[in-house]
């Protein structure tokens, strides 16, 4: 298969920590990518590879990966967090970058 | 710092092409290691990989769009190009072009460009 499945919505409140999830068979090889969408503006890239975070991503931010499972986890929520996150890998047979969980989205009470 | 900047038009008639350019600056689309991607977003919805090209001029396409995309790189310009034919009201979306890299188990696309919105209708 070369579906990633995401939680549609999740919330947190300000100041604490949340998981952010991503479920695919193609996460037992490859590792996803996450990116950050605001309303109205492009998509970020936050979490690649291991747990690299570009220049400029606060060290909130943070990925993980386990078995089929990839999360993103984000240490003290803030305000400005609130957002679609989307999850990203290969498809399962390695041939492109390009499939894409279906986003959730990230309330901050 | 690489920027990448969509043109074309807002507004296209169905059953016709598409088109759509993406300007590169800051960088050559000619060096290797990156893939130029198409990738669109629904109204409200999450996002879809259209496809990519290499510097070479390696395509991938989505199966699910293939018998209607082409995507080609004009080097001399910097720049690549969206052609997305029989167009139909569910192509209605946001188009956004991004760099890709590839590594041995990851890969990311970044950065992206402002997107650019483009209706179908008549």
């Known amino acids: 298969s070369s579906e990633l499945t995401q939680d549609p919505a999740v919330s947190v409140a300000l100041g604490q920590t949340v998981r952010i999830t991503c479920q695919g068979d193609?996460?037992?090889?490859?590792?996803a990518t996450w990116y950050q969408q605001k309303p109205g503006q492009a998509p970020v890239l936050v979490i690649y590879?291991?747990?690299h975070r570009p220049s400029g991503i606060p060290d909130r931010f943070s990925g993980s990966n386990s078995g089929n499972t990839a999360s993103l986890t984000i240490t003290g929520a803030q305000a400005e967090d609130e957002a679609d996150y989307y999850c990203?890998?290969?498809?399962?047979?390695?041939?492109?970058?390009?499939?894409f969980g279906g986003g959730t989205k990230l309330t901050v009470l | 710092q690489v920027q990448l900047q969509e043109s074309g038009p807002g507004l296209v008639k169905p059953s016709q092409t598409l088109s759509l350019t993406c300007t590169v600056s800051?960088?050559?689309?000619?060096?290797?290691?990156?893939?130029w991607s198409w990738i669109r977003q629904h109204p409200g919805k999450g996002l879809e990989w259209i496809g990519y090209?290499?510097?070479?001029?390696?395509?991938y396409y989505n199966p699910s769009l293939k018998s209607r995309v082409n995507i080609s790189i004009e080097t001399s310009k910097n720049e690549f190009s969206l052609k997305l034919s029989s167009l139909t009201a569910a192509d209605t979306a946001v188009y956004y072009c991004?760099?890709?890299?590839?590594?041995?188990?990851?890969?990311?696309?970044?950065?992206w460009g402002q997107g650019t919105l483009v209706r179908v209708s008549s």
């Open positions: 991004a760099r890709a890299r590839h590594g041995d188990n990851q890969g990311w696309f970044d950065p």
């Open positions: 193609s996460l037992r090889r490859y590792f």
């Open positions: 990203n890998s290969r498809d399962s047979s390695g041939n492109h970058l390009g499939v």
């Open positions: 090209i290499y510097y070479s001029g390696t395509t």
């Open positions: 590879g291991k747990n």
């Open positions: 800051g960088a050559s689309i000619n060096s290797g290691g990156y893939y």
